[in-house]
């Protein structure tokens, strides 16, 4: 009974710091990735450029300044007047700059939403290479024990053949056998160096860097918890919330733009001192205040774009309606093919255990001399199968985990 907990306990150990150390690898890889990878710096330069646009709402329309000089001097009873200097300026309704200001905001928290949108996708993309790379290596080791077994096999064939009882036959079978799994180690080795070239690409490094990866993974001795309501927090769902925040305030735009625009100006016309009488005003100067309204009496423009921001709401409305049972189809059939890898995991061991007590068995026989190395080879065939089958299960399992990861953030 100690035995038995001591082999629980030391397996639980094992597990998790398998766990722990494949989570700190995988994430200082998609760290490193997020801070080199140039479609994340494109999105925030947009986000930045969006900053910028909030800054840029917060202005006034340009001040009209104009000069004119008479080239035939008015006469008025102060003096003929010479020329005309105006300056003027236009200011929106008063709250329009804080509209403007609350709509380019909004825009920018929509770019900032595509970042953690990207980042996800990044992080999604580099696990799955990442665990694919896994899968290669583990099968080539799987390769390489499977190999050592034949060379085992192929020296009691020869053994056996010195004293008559195999024939050369089964030696060139087991040779035969052994280049098989050379060539699929070496096509495996070719997988790895173009998935190693994806993966660093997705890192922006160079191609050849060589990418470390665990050795083996373990699963989870129970299955996390996840709650589809976490769906919700979903970056892909927040931005149509954010789309709908946007045209909310381009709502609040249109309804400032609706009201009347208040100008302020200031006419100075200089005038000339009539020489033909002497009185108190002579020569005096004008100078005129002048205050303006834009009125927009055609106002159908504004009742259109009311009625078109109310169409582009139910809109998005309707397209996070649609992507959410988008991710919760994806969500489910994540959850069920991680179940299935599991399954599938659980299954491949129980019959590599059995492939490998029907190989003790025939290593017993062969010190009967009634070795047969025909059931030799399919033993060794369905062991090999096995242990691929359950590689790619084991990388099914955790890819389907870093889908999961990408839905729900856990």
């Known amino acids: 009974m100690k035995t038995l907990k001591l082999h629980t306990y030391l397996f639980f150990v094992t597990s998790f710091l398998s766990l722990s150390i494949n989570a700190q690898q995988l994430q200082s890889y998609i760290q490193e990735a997020e801070l080199n990878n140039p479609q994340i710096q494109a999105y925030e330069l947009r986000y930045n450029i969006a900053q910028e646009k909030v800054r840029e709402a917060n202005s006034l329309p340009n001040t009209t300044v104009s000069a004119g000089y008479f080239v035939s001097e008015p006469e008025t009873r102060t003096g003929a007047q010479r020329a005309r200097f105006s300056v003027s300026q236009m200011l929106p309704w008063f709250g329009t700059i804080t509209a403007r200001e609350n709509y380019a905001s909004s825009m920018a928290e929509t770019d900032f939403v595509e970042i953690a949108i990207a980042k996800r996708k990044l992080a999604l993309s580099i696990a799955q290479s990442y665990y694919e790379l896994y899968a290669i290596n583990a099968k080539q080791s799987v390769l390489d024990e499977n190999t050592q077994l034949l060379k085992t096999y192929e020296r009691l ?8 009882k195999a024939s050369a036959v089964d030696v060139l079978r087991l040779q035969i056998r052994q280049n098989e799994l050379h060539q699929l180690k070496a096509v495996l080795g070719q997988e790895f160096l173009a998935e190693q070239s994806n993966f660093n690409n997705l890192l922006n490094r160079k191609q050849s860097i060589a990418v470390k990866v665990v050795s083996d993974l373990l699963l989870p001795l129970e299955e996390p918890v996840y709650l589809q309501d976490s769906l919700e927090l979903n970056p892909e769902l927040i931005k149509y919330d954010r789309l709908y925040e946007s045209i909310t305030q381009s709502e609040l735009i249109n309804q400032k733009q609706s009201a009347p625009d208040i100008g302020f100006g200031l006419d100075y016309v200089p ?10 005003d002579n020569g005096k100067d004008i100078v005129m205040p002048m205050v303006s309204l834009s009125i927009p009496i055609f106002n159908n423009r504004f009742k259109s774009i009311t009625k078109q921001n109310e169409l582009r709401q139910k809109e998005i409305e309707l397209q996070k309606m649609e992507r959410l049972n988008v991710l919760k189809t994806t969500f489910a059939k994540a959850i069920a093919m991680q179940n299935q890898a599991r399954i599938n995991i659980n299954t491949q061991e129980k019959n590599l255990k059995q492939a490998r007590d029907a ?3 025939l290593t017993k026989n062969y010190e009967t001399g009634t070795i047969d190395f025909n059931e030799v080879l399919d033993i060794q065939e369905l062991q090999l199968r096995f242990q691929l089958n359950g590689v790619e299960a084991v990388k099914s399992y955790y890819v389907q985990s870093a889908v999961i990861n990408y839905l729900t953030n856990q």
């Open 157 to 164: 064939a020869l053994t056996s053949v010195e004293v008559g």
């Open 271 to 280: 005038v000339s001192e009539r020489t033909d009488m002497d009185f108190s």
């Open 359 to 361: 190989e003790e068995i």
